[in-house]
Each structure stands twice: as structure tokens, then as C-alpha cells.
């Protein structure tokens, strides 16, 4: 069934979007326990690995794509949009301040061309998040050259020469673009959350069982704690009893590992980075649960902050989020 959005939507819509964690690299396969005298046949134990590292990479090139182009094409529309006081009418030709959409280049769309096409044929098939990927792809596809004219058209500055009269005839097939982008992410974003929670809670039980509490389950464990705050506090009215507790769990586990882990070498000052960003995230979540579990409300000026990632006002759904991106940045590069 084919879903429709309205501006007033799309607009309401336009918040930063999340980053994701990346797939485990499962690039090896966990030591059977007993060592070179098991018993264990190395074909029972090498065809879930050969599962589990098809999956990784089947999720990891969607998350690619995701990371590289979702938050950014947010953000064009949100740099088209904000200065056009009728959303619905397009640009009437007498605007001052002027912005484009975003270019997004070649370079960007190589992540979400053969790494998505080649994925969506790869085992292990998964029917609604292929789907959902090939329509994010095409919603891309289509939104790339009529977004780059008008990128090139505001960029030039051609609006002073034609009285905004191309701007006025792109308008339209430009918001119809974006529309079918918004929802399109929507989708994609559901369904690669959900496999990808599934898929790494179940390798933070392998590895625990292979190799025990490693820096690389700390690293995952914490992850999907923040990841499942973010799910429950992203509205302002979440039930605070059981975001403090999530809270909880996410400051027990990343104490735990600071305390077991944090001066390991190789790889100590990766973690360190990663470990600072955790506590950014730690002390953002405990300002986010004090403002709505107070009913804080927003000064004018941070009012005005909301819509913005790197300056929305501490205690905001909008800084945690920016707040998390961050750390599942540094989480990626471990």
C-alpha cells in the first residue's frame, strides 16, 4: 500500500536522524571450548559462523548507507525548508535569506548503489528489510538530480537573475522527492533497527559464551543500553521510572567496564575515546531525565535551539540524540 505525507508531516518530521551501531565484524570464529582437543567437528561449527558473518555483512552495507546519507538528506530539507514561509505555496520571490538543499555527490551515493544492490541478493534473504532497503535506494536515486538543480540553482545565486522562477517550477517535484525519502527512511530505518538489535543481542551472547567479557562485549553491551534509551526517551513523555533504570543499567555496565577493561592494551586510547563519549551520554541522559521528570520548560532562546543538533538545548530529545551519534561514532571505530 503506497503512503502518502503531507508538508505539514514531512516538516513536523525533519529531526536529526539516529546513527547505527555497526554489525560485529564476526570476522573469526570463536575458539571451541576444550581448545585443539575438542571433539567438535570443524563443519558443525564453521556453518553458523559462515550464518552469522553473512548476516554482518548483509547488515553492515545497509547501515553504511544509512549513516553516510540519512542525517545529511534530513538535513537538506531542513536547510530548504526553513527559510520558505509557506511550505505548501513554495518560495514566493521575496525571501532575503536563501538556502539550498544539500549536493549529495557520487562519492556519497557509491555507499547506497552496489554495496545495497549487492546485499539485497546476498544470503541470508531478508524480505521486508530488502524490500525496505531497495526503496530507500530508489527514494535516493530519485532525489539526487532534481536535488543537485536546485542545489546548483540556490548555490549560483540564478534566483537574482529570474525572480525566483525557476525555484518556483522545481519546488514542487523537489518536496515530492523528499516526501518519498521521508517515508522510505522511515521504513528503513524500523527495519534495520529491529534486525540489527536482534542480530546483536544474539552475537553479545556468543561472545560472552566464547570468550567471556571482553573489551568488545563491553563495547556492544553498552551499546545497545544507549541504544534502547534513546528508543525510550526520545518523546518527553516516556515513563521515568523505567528510563532511570535503564539509565542504571547503562551506568553498571560501563562502570564495570572501565573497571575490567578501560587500560588494556593494544587499542587503550580508542577506548578512552569511546569511554569519554559514554560519559557524555551518561550525564546528557541524567540532564534529559531531570528536565521532563521536573516538567523544565524551555527558555525562548532554546525554543528556537530545538530543531538544531549541535546547539538544541541540554536536557532535549534532540541533544541526546546528537549526544548518541557521537558515541556510536567512536563505538564504529573500535
Known amino acids: 500500500m503506497s503512503r502518502t505525507l503531507s508538508i505539514a508531516a514531512l516538516v513536523a518530521a525533519l529531526a536529526a536522524s539516529l546513527s547505527l551501531i555497526l554489525a560485529a565484524c564476526g570476522d573469526k570464529t570463536p575458539t571451541a571450548a576444550g581448545g585443539a582437543g575438542s571433539s567438535a567437528k570443524p563443519e558443525a561449527s564453521a556453518a553458523p559462523a559462515d550464518a552469522q558473518q553473512q548476516l554482518t555483512a548483509k547488515l553492515n552495507a545497509y547501515i553504511g548507507c544509512f549513516n553516510a546519507l540519512d542525517s545529511k538528506t534530513h538535513g537538506s530539507i531542513q536547510s530548504y525548508t526553513r527559510w520558505i514561509k509557506d511550505v505548501d505555496a513554495g518560495p514566493s520571490g521575496r525571501e532575503t535569506n536563501v538556502y539550498g538543499p544539500f549536493e549529495i555527490s557520487d562519492y556519497d551515493m557509491k555507499q547506497c548503489d552496489a554495496p545495497v544492490s549487492e546485499a539485497i541478493a546476498a544470503k541470508p534473504a531478508l524480505a521486508d528489510l530488502d524490500a525496505a532497503a531497495g526503496q530507500y535506494q530508489q527514494a535516493m536515486k530519485a532525489l539526487v538530480p532534481i536535488s543537485k538543480e536546485a542545489h546548483d540553482y540556490y548555490e549560483r545565486q540564478d534566483y537574482e537573475d529570474d525572480r525566483f522562477a525557476k525555484g518556483k517550477q522545481l519546488h514542487a517535484p523537489l518536496m515530492t522527492a523528499f516526501k518519498d525519502f521521508v517515508v522510505a527512511s522511515e521504513t528503513f530505518n524500523a527495519e534495520l533497527e529491529r534486525q540489527n538489535d536482534a542480530a546483536q543481542r544474539e552475537q553479545l551472547k556468543t561472545l560472552e559464551q566464547a570468550e567471556g567479557r571482553t573489551r568488545e562485549y563491553y563495547?556492544?553491551?553498552?551499546?545497545?543500553?544507549?541504544?534502547?534509551?534513546?528508543?525510550?526517551?526520545?518523546?518527553?513523555?516516556?515513563?521515568?521510572?523505567?528510563?532511570?533504570?535503564?539509565?542504571?543499567?547503562?551506568?553498571?555496565?560501563?562502570?564495570?567496564?572501565?573497571?575490567?577493561?578501560?587500560?588494556?592494551?593494544?587499542?587503550?586510547?580508542?577506548?578512552?575515546s569511546f569511554e569519554r563519549e559514554a560519559e557524555n551520554f551518561r550525564r546528557e541522559g541524567k540532564e534529559r531525565l531531570q528536565r521532563v521528570s521536573g516538567k523544565v520548560p524551555y527558555t525562548d532562546f532554546e525554543q528556537r535551539m530545538l530543531a538544531s543538533p549541535s546547539m538544541a538545548p541540554s536536557g532535549s530529545a534532540g541533544r541526546l540524540l546528537h549526544i548518541y551519534n557521537a558515541l556510536v561514532f567512536q563505538s564504529n571505530r573500535q
Open 219 to 272: 563495547r556492544l553491551a553498552m551499546m545497545l543500553e544507549a541504544k534502547a534509551i534513546m528508543d525510550m526517551m526520545g518523546e518527553d513523555d516516556f515513563d521515568v521510572a523505567r528510563a532511570r533504570e535503564r539509565l542504571d543499567a547503562f551506568n553498571r555496565i560501563s562502570d564495570e567496564a572501565h573497571a575490567k577493561v578501560a587500560d588494556q592494551e593494544p587499542g587503550k586510547l580508542d577506548w578512552n
